[in-house]
């Protein structure tokens, strides 16, 4: 049912109020256009205006990866864990280093919402976060397994690289959507007027240049899940790889297949009356799955357990 028509002042009034919005839109525009032609007479050449980009966005990404890792670290209560206090795993870690290709990380305890493990940093400057649930709930050999994929990921700069492809991402945005801008803002605010001179300001977005925009939005929106599923995926064959690099510096595939299932059975809670209304991480629908950045447990437990029947039949191999 379309609204009752309004009065002759009334449809003025909007008029005028269109008028103005779209005076202010090409403002913007005009102001934009100003500043990407200043940006391009003072650029450097290609070569250089590319230079420039990556260099903003690693600092960019080298300061809110730095900010980002300290406010983490306080909201989570960490506190450095002393040799004295837990000489055995120390004495583990000591010996996972002398394997792999990463300086003695800060090991930190902390009070995470449920039992888990995580590295921060670099191979060179690296910390390991473990919830303080873990020394009870995992055996030594499966703490160990553990925290060597943990100390790949430190060896595998995982999260360091991961920040600054983000960050070259956000940067490669921000000036895309600069470049865009001198089109983009008179498109919105030509359909923005032409709704409010027809006395229907919610219609902007069915007008023929709010349908214009709409689908340039919806291919910028295209564009960022594309990124965002690339960047996901690789997160996933990290978690892969970080598993095998585990098994390859400690032999026990088995230790980080009980310390994955350990923690998943942790985590979800138990089957009681109400546990049907709880969420069950591994019950995820494929999207869901997608836009993760870690694989499936059962998945990884399955990879891990299929790795030692592997090598088992191997050893059974005759010599020839």
């Given amino acids: 049912m379309r609204p009752p028509r309004a009065g002759s002042g009334t449809r003025l009034l909007m008029a005028v109020v269109g008028f103005v919005l779209l005076a202010w839109y090409l403002a913007l525009a005009a102001v934009s256009y100003w500043a990407l032609s200043v ?5 450097p050449g290609p070569v250089g205006t590319l230079a420039l980009i990556v260099t903003v ?3 960019v990404g080298v300061l809110s990866y730095r900010f980002g890792t300290s406010q983490l670290l306080s909201s989570v209560e960490a506190v450095e864990l002393p ?4 000489p055995d795993f120390f004495r583990r870690l000591d010996r996972l280093e002398s394997r792999m290709s990463v300086d003695s990380p800060t090991v930190l305890l902390a009070r995470l919402p449920m039992p888990n493990a995580f590295a921060l940093g670099t191979a060179r400057s690296g ?12 055996s030594p050999d499966e703490l160990e397994a553990l925290v060597a994929h943990e100390l790949a990921h430190l060896e595998g700069y995982d999260a360091f690289v991961q920040t600054l492809a983000y960050s070259v991402f956000r940067t490669v945005a921000g000036l895309a959507f600069l470049v865009l801008a001198p089109l983009l803002l008179p498109i919105a605010g030509i359909a923005r007027a032409i709704a409010w001179a027809r006395g229907e300001p919610e219609s902007w977005s069915r007008t023929v240049f709010g349908r214009l925009l709409g689908t340039i939005e919806a291919g910028v929106v295209v564009c960022l899940l594309v990124v965002t ?4 995926a690789h ?10 690099r585990a098994v390859a510096v400690t032999g026990r595939p088995v230790a980080l297949a009980r310390a994955l299932r350990r923690i998943q059975r942790a985590v979800e809670p138990s089957r009681q009356l109400l546990s049907p209304l709880y969420v069950h991480t591994e019950d995820e629908d494929a999207w869901t799955r997608l836009l993760s950045t870690h694989p499936s447990t059962d998945d990884r437990i399955e990879r891990l357990l299929e790795r030692t029947r592997t090598d088992h039949d191997r050893s059974r191999e005759p010599v020839r």
């Fill in 127 to 138: 910390t390991i976060v473990l919830d303080r649930s873990l020394f009870r709930l995992l």
């Fill in 39 to 43: 940006l391009r007479e003072t650029a």
């Fill in 235 to 244: 997160s996933r064959r990290r978690e892969y790889a970080a598993d095998d």
């Fill in 83 to 86: 040799r004295s206090h837990a």
């Fill in 57 to 59: 966005a690693v600092v």
């Fill in 229 to 232: 599923l690339a960047v996901r």
